[in-house]
């Protein structure tokens, strides 16, 4: 037997300025290719890693033509996207008896298409048109009718924060093989809702996103080979963005259908408690000084529409800005994007005082905002290359580069600056240039729902930090201009629609 395994992730969001071309995947040399893509995945947590385990356990030749994962940001290049569809045909097109495909499911692709998975497997199968096919999806996944009609399995993560990527992989893998050994006959049924729900209420420990991912668990319990319920992501201004249910039935199409609309009601039964209603910055940063003068720190503060997990460009300094003008101290930052910055303290060097601008380079023409640095009078504590690997309960193992990174020290801040674009999803971004998180009043991370594995247990207590950035989940923020209408909660609907 002989198994194509690949990884090709990338959330995109299309209000992004952040470009995305070839370089952004993989590691510090871009995509890894080859046995470099092999090497790079085995014993991480990624589905890519369960597909490998499950090929080698079952004696299977393996072909890994690359992984590449990306931050999130704007659409993926075209003339990249088309080398990453080229180098996949061309493994597959030498002959194999199934692939095994690590996907995220919401990537828009430069003058090419808004689907990119589902264009991916449309290449994929003019040269392998009845080859099984298992893909993972991401819960954030955009699922289109496409992208299912072209793949054999479709399963996502049912967790967010993200902690079964593995098992993800390890679900699709496993009925890949078990398709291959004439066991099973995987049949699929997609459908969506018109709900673009907002991240913050995506955690799937609490809320009507726990009931969502409940109800596709209840439909596995009830003997479906696999559901997903996919949260969507709505930073994306394509026809298909939201919502979304895949089921897998062993030869029932029947079956598979009445469970996928069954799961999609739970969702839209409760579409109102998807969404996050937010409150002046002002007031949120003074209830967290409050918080802070009574138990003390860390505080969290949340600048979740910077998060650059969402595609944002990770610079903007409103919410330093104004904590600083509110008379917050013992603040650490982290991380803010800023590459001219980074040069500016490398230059002056360790000890150094500097007055410079941090952040705001970039324009948000998406959402009418230009880019607006904060002038700052610091010393530069520390310089390294910004490179860590994560000890946290996600990601666990992943090497992480931040590109060269410095910290200036203005007295009430620490804030570290660097290079790519990096979200706080460890207390790496911290340790690794010398600031114990455990010690500061406030922690502002750029960061909407990693810090809760990460930090929250070590905060004393969190503050969500509305501001003006791509990120954001407030969703009249952005014009869209090809998503399907009427759409919840941009539109309203009668009582009774379904
Ligand atoms: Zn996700």
């Not at 090929?55 to 996207?81: H, K, L, Q, R």
């Amino acid at each position: 037997m002989k198994l194509v395994i690949a990884q090709l992730q990338h959330e995109t969001n299309t209000f992004s300025p952040v470009p995305t071309p070839w370089e952004s995947f993989g590691g510090a040399d871009g995509p890894y290719l080859g046995r470099a893509a092999y090497d790079a995945m085995r014993g991480t947590r990624l589905p890519m890693a369960a597909f490998i385990h499950l090929a080698e356990a079952a004696g299977a030749e393996i072909v890994t033509p690359y992984a590449a994962w990306a931050n999130p940001s704007g659409p993926v290049d075209g003339a990249a996207f088309d080398r990453f569809c080229d180098l996949l045909c061309e493994a597959v097109a030498k002959g194999c008896d199934g692939v095994c495909l690590d996907l995220h499911g919401a990537m828009v692709v430069a003058d090419r298409t808004d689907d990119g998975e589902g264009t991916l497997l449309e290449r994929l199968r003019r040269v392998a048109p009845h080859v099984p096919v298992a893909v993972s999806l991401d819960l954030h996944a955009n699922v289109t009718e496409h992208m299912v009609s072209l793949a054999t399995i479709v399963t996502g993560y049912k967790t967010y924060p993200h902690v079964d990527q593995y098992e993800s992989g390890h679900l699709a893998g496993t009925l890949l093989l078990r398709t291959l050994r004439g066991e099973i006959k995987p049949v699929m049924a997609w459908g969506n809702r018109p709900l673009l729900s907002q991240t913050l209420k995506q955690n799937t420990n609490e809320g009507p996103n726990r009931a969502f991912v409940e109800a596709a668990l209840e439909a596995e319990r009830n003997g479906l080979l696999a559901a997903t319920a996919f949260s969507g992501f709505q930073q994306a201004d394509i026809r298909d963005a939201g919502i979304s249910v895949v089921t897998v039935a062993d030869g029932d199409a029947a079956k598979a259908r009445t469970e996928c609309e069954r799961i999609l009601d739970v969702a839209w039964a409760r579409k109102e408690e998807f969404i996050y209603r937010g409150e002046p910055l002002e007031a949120a940063l003074l209830r967290a000084k409050k918080t802070a003068d009574a138990v003390g720190g860390p505080v969290l503060l949340l600048d979740h529409a910077d998060n650059c997990a969402s595609g944002a460009n990770q610079d903007t300094m409103f919410v330093l800005r104004e904590a600083l003008r509110l008379g917050l101290t013992g603040i650490a930052v982290g991380p803010v994007r800023d590459p001219e910055a980074v040069a500016a303290m490398i230059a002056a060097g360790v000890g150094a005082s500097i007055t410079l601008d941090v952040g705001g380079k970039m324009d948000m023409p998406a959402i009418g905002r230009k880019g607006e640095p904060l002038r700052l009078t610091g010393v530069v504590r520390a310089i390294t290359d910004g490179e860590y690997t994560v000890t946290g309960p996600q990601f666990t193992g992943m090497r992480c580069h931040m590109g060269r990174t410095a910290v200036l020290d203005t007295g009430d801040a620490e804030i570290v600056v660097i290079e790519r674009n990096q979200e706080p999803w460890d207390r790496g971004v911290f340790t690794s240039v010398g600031i114990d998180p455990t010690t500061k009043r406030f922690l502002l991370l750029k960061s909407r729902m990693y810090f809760r594995p990460v930090f929250l247990p070590i905060a004393k207590d969190h503050v969500f930090c509305d501001a003006p950035g791509v990120g954001t989940s407030d969703w009249t923020a952005f014009e869209y201009r090809k998503l399907r209408r009427p759409i919840y909660p941009l539109d309203e609907f009668a009582a009774g629609h379904r």
